[in-house]
């Protein structure tokens, strides 16, 4: 960047993390007053937010359970909880989950404490004031929800994804707890693994990347490089387990004040299309849009291919930026995360609309490289 320019960076709410952290959740809560889990069914039978209503039963603290949550939670959806939250007159929000469930909680927020329709905030309208107190206890390693401040919803008719940002929306206390992230299935771990690399990468060579965004995603992708592998081996690997939801929040914190690029356009319209998780959209094309973006920001993946290990002394920036989308490729590979439409078991085809979707969204404008309608279509094609 211009060592002249102004940038600004922001810091969200505290992090806690490490084994049995989540022991500490009452303690932590400003307010004692009754609470609203919000989760979703899976997290709910794996046990995990057994874990948390214990930590609140001993602090006698009463509280609620949503546990409807969906991939992407369509605005229903936030409506209903939003309801159970005024009927059982809640007041602080925990959230309890990956992505969605922690999304969703923001959404919930928004719909309790602002006025009008979900859907304006999601088109560009100021909150008039904070939400509810908002705890993030992520399950997954990946997501980085628990850091930032937008929540991904889907439309009422749940095939186009919409996203909240706002500062106030930024959770004010993630709990990292590793133990947590035991039983978490082996590919639930790469796919959330792959949407922390594609944070970290995007938000490194993105036009809005700055010195302290930088520090904060290089060191997200040498412990992803590093640990991702062991955890979707082990998850119970408490110290690769660890290191994953560091890396996941350093990721999310980068690319929070950085800006994300084409990877995350692309990867939306097959999530709402197509049924696709969003670790596996994003892995799918990671490879792509490197390959596509080396002409505007071999610099900054000559930085990326060093933090993942890869020597390339001796190689000029271009080359540095080839070895650095080669590794992304092979480490996705390792971890069984699909490279082709066919791997995913789709048959795909460009939708009506969803080019235009994708020239209209912000992060294809922070991309480092400026893409034209026919680009756009050639890197939705490149997986076939």
């Not at 412990?223 to 592998?229: E, M």
């Not at 999310?252 to 709402?272: E, I, M, Q, R, Y």
């Not at 969003?278 to 094309?285: D, R, S």
């Amino acid at each position: 960047m211009d060592p002249w320019s102004v940038f600004q960076h922001f810091n969200p709410g505290k992090i806690v993390c490490g084994p049995d952290s989540i022991k500490m959740l009452p303690e932590l809560l400003p307010i004692k007053d009754k609470a609203l889990l919000v989760t979703d069914a899976g997290v709910k039978a794996a046990g995990i937010v057994a874990k948390v209503e214990e930590a609140l039963q001993k602090a006698s603290i009463a509280y609620a359970i949503y546990d409807r949550v969906q991939p992407d939670a369509p605005i229903p959806l936030i409506q209903e909880a939003a309801a159970l939250y005024q009927q059982e007159g809640c007041r602080p929000l925990i959230a309890v989950g990956g992505g969605s469930p922690m999304d969703a909680a923001k959404a919930v927020g928004v719909a309790v404490s602002q006025p009008g329709a979900l859907l304006e905030y999601a088109s560009g309208r100021a909150l008039d004031g904070p939400i509810p107190f908002l705890a993030a206890i992520p399950t997954t390693a990946g997501t980085g929800s628990e850091v930032t401040f937008a929540a991904v919803i889907a439309d009422t008719a749940g095939t186009r994804k919409r996203i909240i940002r706002n500062p106030a929306l930024a959770p004010k206390l993630a709990l990292l707890d590793p133990l947590l992230l035991a039983g978490l299935p082996p590919d639930i771990a790469a796919e959330t693994g792959a949407d922390a690399l594609s944070h970290a990468l995007e938000g490194l060579a993105t036009r809005g990347a700055q010195p302290i965004s930088d520090a904060l995603v290089l060191h997200a992708i040498q412990l992803i490089f590093k640990y991702l592998r062991p955890m979707v081996g082990d998850p119970s690997n408490l110290e690769a387990a660890s290191n994953m939801l560091v890396a996941s929040a350093l990721a999310s914190l980068g690319w929070t004040n950085a800006g994300l690029g084409l990877v995350h356009s692309l990867a939306h319209p097959l999530g709402a299309h197509f049924h696709v998780s969003h670790g596996k959209a994003c892995a799918l094309y990671l490879p792509y849009v490197m390959q596509f973006n080396v002409l505007a920001a071999a610099p900054k993946y000559r930085l990326a291919a060093m933090a993942m290990g890869e020597d390339v002394s001796g190689l000029n920036d271009f080359e540095a930026a080839e070895t650095a989308a080669g590794a992304v490729g092979q480490l996705l590979d390792d971890v069984g995360l699909a490279q082709t439409y066919e791997e995913l078991g789709i048959e795909f085809s460009i939708r009506p609309g969803v080019v235009e979707e994708i020239l209209s969204v912000p992060t294809r404008l922070a991309n480092p490289r400026v893409s034209t309608q026919e680009q756009i279509e050639e890197l939705l094609n490149a997986p076939c």
